[in-house]
């Protein structure tokens, strides 16, 4: 994953909302690289990323909101190369 670019847009985090009974993570960051882990995960013909912070003594997860597939994969792209934060 590539380090927070001058400029990156910022997503809109909210907390888990844990609305859907079946997810399924599409692919995802590395959990041993750092601290943020992150995850592109489908669920009703949507997607949505969740990022899970290890810093505190517990995991504190966040979501964005559900989102058509090429504007979450859109997201998720800008994510990984430091775009978006």
């Not at 399924?24 to 690289?33: A, I, N, Q, S």
């Amino acid at each position: 994953m590539a380090l927070e670019q001058p400029g990156h847009v910022a997503i809109r985090w909210m907390r888990e909302t844990q609305r859907s009974v079946s997810v399924r993570v599409v692919t995802h960051t590395c959990d041993d690289c750092s601290p943020l882990a992150y995850e592109l995960c489908a669920s009703s013909g949507l997607l949505f990323i969740r990022r899970t912070d290890h810093t505190a003594k517990r995991p504190e997860i966040m979501e964005t909101e559900r989102l058509r597939d090429a504007r979450a994969r859109r997201i998720w792209l800008n994510l990984l190369l430091g775009r978006a934060r």
